[in-house]
């Protein structure tokens, strides 16, 4: 008797409940629709108010425009066109194009610089140790591409030391690394190669290194 009496409790409780919500009270609770809606051509007979029905609900004019325009299919071919973004017809738009009249070339065509296997600062420093200690003892052996590549910085410090002034003095003690050098250098220049147009080195090659057989050479002052 008493679980009779308390499923029929259960049972008037949820049909209570099921009576006080019911779908016509939760339709009248919401929100009214916008002020136009249409509806799509199979059911343009039905009223707007049913939930069976595809709506397509436009905003009113001072609503925001949405971001992205309906999909046009799976490869459109202007993806920009397909957002709605009619103003920009490629992607060159979302990048700020700062033109200061240089020019960029994908290809280094003439423009060798032997790397010496080194990053840049690691072949600066190089080239310039190996000045230093050409232009100190007169001659000395490295591998063929090092001769090479700083036969133009002698040439240069040369160049410098015949000019004579101030300012070259200073542009050669930026790149020398003893000073006594850039001084004596200075003072000989003039004398030994004051008729002489370029050319201030040479190079002799001689046999491979042993180990790794790397062509070495001598590189001197004439």
Known sequence: MAMAMALATATGTVESVSSRWSMASLRSALPSTPDRCTV???????????RSLRLSVSLNQSLHKPQFGSFTGLSPLNPLLSLGLSEYTSFEHNFTIIDNGGRILAMRHGRKVPKLNRPPDQRK???RGLTTQLLKHGRIKTTRARASAMRKYVDKMITLAKNGTLHKRRQALGF?????????????VPDRYGERNGGYTRIIRTLPRR???????YIELV
């Open 40 to 50: 799509s051509a199979s059911s343009s007979s039905s009223p707007c108010g049913q």
């Open 211 to 217: 180990g790794d057989n790397a062509p070495m050479a």
């Open 125 to 127: 420093a190089l080239l």
């Open 176 to 188: 020398i690394y003893e000073k006594q050098i850039v001084h004596a250098l200075f003072a000989e």
